[in-house]
Nanobody
Framework: QVQLVESGGGLVQAGGSLRLSCKAS????????MGWYRQAPGKQRELVTD???????NYADSVKDRFIISRDNTKNTVYLQMNSLKPEDTAVYYC??????????????WGQGTQVTVSS
């Protein structure tokens, strides 16, 4: 099985920056996609950005040119650099990874979520 541990959330003023990290651990043979979702109170969970094991990226239009996703395959870690933060970015951010493990095959795994709050 796979565990995802997130860090880096917090409270910042509009225009500020935060860097989120998420490290995967377990009996992992391979990790395909990794990425970040977010969910604000009363809203649906939405995809923010994801990245393939080859480094190909996708971004939601709302964060394009402000957020940057990256990964370190040697550490099984994905990062989210968030710049020019806006109050509408306030949400719980969830890391995910699709991983191949011993005895479990391919499955999707989720972090516990980390709160990002942007004040105006």
């Amino acid at each position: 099985q796979v565990q995802l541990v997130e860090s880096g959330g917090g409270l910042v003023q509009a225009g500020g920056s935060l860097r989120l990290s998420c490290k995967a651990s377990g009996t992992i043979f391979s990790i395909d996609g990794m990425g970040w979702y977010r969910q604000a109170p009363g809203k649906q969970r939405e995809l923010v950005t994801d990245i393939s094991n080859k480094g190909r990226t996708n971004y939601a239009d709302s964060v394009k040119d402000r957020f940057i996703i990256s990964r370190d395959n040697t550490k099984n870690t994905v990062y989210l650099q968030m710049n020019s933060l806006k109050p509408e970015d306030t949400a719980v951010y969830y890391c995910y990874a699709r991983a191949l493990t011993r005895g479990m095959g391919w499955n999707d795994y989720w972090g516990q979520g980390t709160q990002v709050t942007v004040s105006s």
